[in-house]
């Protein structure tokens, strides 16, 4: 019998032992994840990065679908600067229909842009505080009479296009 009270000692001991064992592992890891918080922590620039863009989402979200314009125009809504520059920052997408456009007067464009099927190279959109607007741009590559061409074009980005997932480049004046 007392073979079997000292078992159940050693029992309830050993598992004191682990409960204690973990409670400390625990503490240890928050005290551990709070010293590299204050060293790493959220940077007050990348939180006032991430509120601007916050802000941003919810004024789009507000928007019409369709066109959006920079312009006086009889279609689509007329963004105000502000929801012009919203806008842009939020926007990644190079529409065919604005490549396009944009091609209109380059002859030499349109041939590559076609003659490689229609593909971008590589696209941006960004905006510019020193001028307060919004540029896109794209590069296409393609072969033309036997000649590789690289064509690189970009202009102002006067209009979108806002679908249900998001708002792409709809119009590029680069003349």
Known sequence: MEVEIAQKQNQ??????????????????IFIFNVIDLFFGLDENLAKKNA??????????????GRLNFF???????????EYE??????KI?????????NITNKLAQQVYM???????????KWENDAEACY???????????????IKISGQA??????????RVYFIKNY
């Open 12 to 29: 309830k001991s050993d598992a004191l032992k682990q409960i204690s064992g973990l409670v400390f592992l625990t503490v240890a890891i």
């Open 115 to 125: 003659n490689n099927g229609n593909l971008v190279v590589e696209s941006f959109v």
């Open 158 to 167: 006067k209009g979108f296009l806002k679908t249900s997932i998001d708002t």
């Open 52 to 65: 601007v863009v916050e802000e941003n989402e919810k004024m789009i979200s507000t928007l019409p679908k």
């Open 72 to 82: 006086e125009s009889q279609e689509g809504h007329k963004l105000s600067k502000k």
């Open 94 to 102: 190079v529409t065919q229909r604005a490549v396009m456009g944009a």
């Open 136 to 150: 896109a741009g794209y590069t296409l590559n393609g072969v033309v009479d036997g000649k590789e061409h690289s």
């Open 86 to 91: 919203a806008v842009c920052k939020n926007t």
